[in-house]
């Protein structure tokens, strides 16, 4: 039976109907059949195919061209620092119509010199500079004071709007809020002035007592499937105690939470082969001062069904998977995954 849920942090309605997963899927995903050999700028020795990096984590410190991490510009960029101009059409705008210039800034992170297509080939010490790279940029992009907005996000795969397979990050930071976030702000706002709470804190709250939607939890986070979830296997990272911004993150934290998204993207990638997905930060934004209000989260999730008609149309998603479903099936995987780690570790220690 189908049900609509609404998710009072995205305010997004979602409709939950399991029976649509058994629809027969004529339409089968093209596999390229012949790949076409470029030289991947990312990889180590094609440094000059790359602009100038704006941050380099050394793989020895002695050695200036070793490294474990490079950000870089996005040398097509969707956001760059500009001369203010805008084009010739905006100029022309009526009342109906507003165009302004944007600036800011877009920057790739080129996760390994090695050519790796997932986090998951990497190391949990390379996972950690990883992600202190995201911390290190997302800091720089706060203290900026013509960004209002920044986000970090992950596609991996075409379905999920990757062009190359070099595994890789984005982060734009904008001059101006996008509306849905500027709602989003208000919503949380006025819920703490109501209340008193911090809307995330409430909903992590309830969902651990409940704890039929938590997929893993760890010292100082909590990961589930969103009551309302937009999507199959839609999963929510939450710092367990209130944090407004991932830019607050400490050290102990950071390591946590770059073990515990390798750990789930391996579980992404049981489900899905081959593996498409994005990943996003979700940081306070800079122009959004009330701390006691935000509360930063994280979201994982895996490319599984796409947008038609009846999303693009109401802009109210149709979710095959039941969250608490979704939720039993990746518990259900991790402690697989986790036995198989165990016996491959006995074994090898069975073999010295």
């Known amino acids: 039976m189908s049900e609509v849920r609404r998710d009072p942090l995205t305010d997004a309605w ?22 076409t050999v470029i030289a991947c700028p990312f990889c180590a020795g094609n440094e000059q195919l790359t602009p100038d990096p704006t941050l380099t984590i050394l793989d ?3 050695d200036p061209e070793s490294w474990s991490v490079r950000v870089v510009p996005n040398r097509y960029p969707a956001v760059e620092a500009c001369n203010g101009k805008v084009s010739e059409e905006a100029m ?21 010199p090695l050519h790796v297509h997932s986090l998951t080939e990497l190391s949990e010490s390379r996972v950690i500079d990883v992600f202190s790279a995201y911390l290190n940029r997302m800091r720089y992009w706060r203290e900026r004071p013509d960004v209002d907005y920044h986000i970090l996000f992950k596609n991996v795969g075409a379905a999920a709007g990757a062009s ?8 734009i930071a904008t001059s101006v809020m996008p509306g849905s976030i500027s709602a989003l702000m208000s919503r949380l706002g006025e819920h703490h002035g109501s209340t008193g709470q911090c809307m995330v804190c409430s909903m ?3 969902e651990q007592i409940s704890g039929k939607r938590i997929i893993a939890t760890t010292d100082h986070f909590v990961a589930l499937c969103p009551f309302a979830s937009r999507v199959p296997y839609l999963m929510r990272l939450i710092p367990r105690q209130h944090q407004d911004s991932f830019e607050a ?17 391996k579980l992404v990638e049981s489900i899905l082969s081959p593996a498409a997905y994005n990943f996003i930060i979700h940081t306070r934004p800079t122009a959004f001062h009330d701390t006691a209000a935000f509360h930063w989260w994280m979201e994982i999730f895996p490319r599984v069904t796409k947008l038609a008609g009846f999303e693009w149309g109401s802009d109210c998603y149709i979710n095959p998977v039941l969250p608490e479903a979704a939720a039993t099936h990746l518990r259900s995987l991790s402690r ?17």
């Open 249 to 265: 993150i400490e050290h102990t934290q950071l390591v946590d939470l770059a073990v515990l998204v390798r750990k789930l993207l």
């Open 60 to 62: 020895d410190e002695d």
């Open 164 to 171: 190359l397979r070099h595994t890789h990050s984005q982060l």
């Open 336 to 352: 697989q995954l986790e036995r198989g780690s165990k016996k491959g570790s006995r074994s090898k220690r069975s073999n010295v």
């Open 14 to 35: 979602v409709i939950v109907a399991p029976n649509r997963d058994h629809r027969p899927d004529e339409l089968v995903e093209a596999q390229l059949s012949g790949s």
């Open 204 to 206: 992590s709250g309830e």
């Open 92 to 112: 022309l705008q009526s009342h109906a119509f507003e165009a302004f210039a944007l600036t800011g800034g877009h920057e790739v992170f080129i996760e390994s």
